[in-house]
């Protein structure tokens, strides 16, 4: 499904203009994603980010994901960009919160790439404004369940190509890394070597290329 389609069915529904330009930031931020990972199918990406919302027509409740799904399934789209639209909510919801939030049974968790990058795109966009993951995370420990944070954190270094830097023992400590890297937007793992003579940090987000070279500056003072 092209853009111009996908504009159309949002339009047919009676979607809200706000919620056009907010799923227009999605999709430009979910394409910047997709760019990166070989695997994804980006056509499918851009149609799921524009239709994402499409549920907001009738509900702006938690249950809009499955409503769009609903309009998505009797216009006869497309079942992969179906299942974006049905499976964007926070992280995922597994079958046992989404019991919880009085959803119809079944697990709503985003398995493919192109599910997974829409899924943590709308995490990273407010109404029309990127936010950072930090500030996706602090909004997801006030709101979220333990499971639910742990899989966006997850998300976000499976969607996001990693930058590594090798660094040497005495740049590997995760007090000053974190100190380096401060509230840039990213997420980080390090590896240590087995024998403690340093480590490989991969780091993940929009932030990654200037995080990495500022790691490699610490790794060679």
Not at 115 to 142: M, S, W
Not at 209 to 214: L, Q, S, T
Request: negative net charge; contains cysteine; proline residues 3%.
């Amino acid at each position: 499904m092209k853009s111009k389609e996908a504009l159309a069915l949002l339009r047919k529904y009676g979607v809200s203009e706000s919620v056009i330009r907010h799923v227009k930031m999605v999709r430009d931020y979910a394409l910047e994603i997709a760019e990166q990972n070989p695997s994804a199918d980006v056509e499918l990406v851009e149609a799921g980010a524009l239709l994402h919302d499409i549920g907001r027509a009738r509900t702006h409740g938690i249950d809009h994901a499955v409503v769009g799904a609903d309009i998505l399934r009797r216009e006869g789209v497309d079942d992969r960009i179906v299942r974006i639209a049905e499976r964007h909510v926070g992280a995922g919801l597994t079958r046992a919160e989404a019991v919880d939030l009085g959803l119809p049974p079944g697990d709503y968790l985003p398995e493919t790439i192109e599910e997974k990058i829409v899924c943590h795109a709308d995490n990273l966009i407010g109404n029309t404004e990127r936010i950072t993951i930090h500030e996706a995370i602090r909004t997801a420990q006030e709101r979220w369940t333990p499971g639910a944070l742990g899989r966006l954190v997850a998300m976000h270094c499976e969607v996001f190509r990693p930058e590594t830097v090798r660094l040497g023992k005495g740049a590997c400590s995760m007090a000053t890394m974190d100190e380096v890297l401060g509230e840039m937007d990213v997420l980080f793992r390090c590896c240590h070597d087995a024998g403690g003579g340093g480590c490989t940090v991969s780091v993940y987000g929009h932030d990654a290329k200037k995080a990495a070279a500022r790691l490699d500056r610490l790794g060679h003072r």
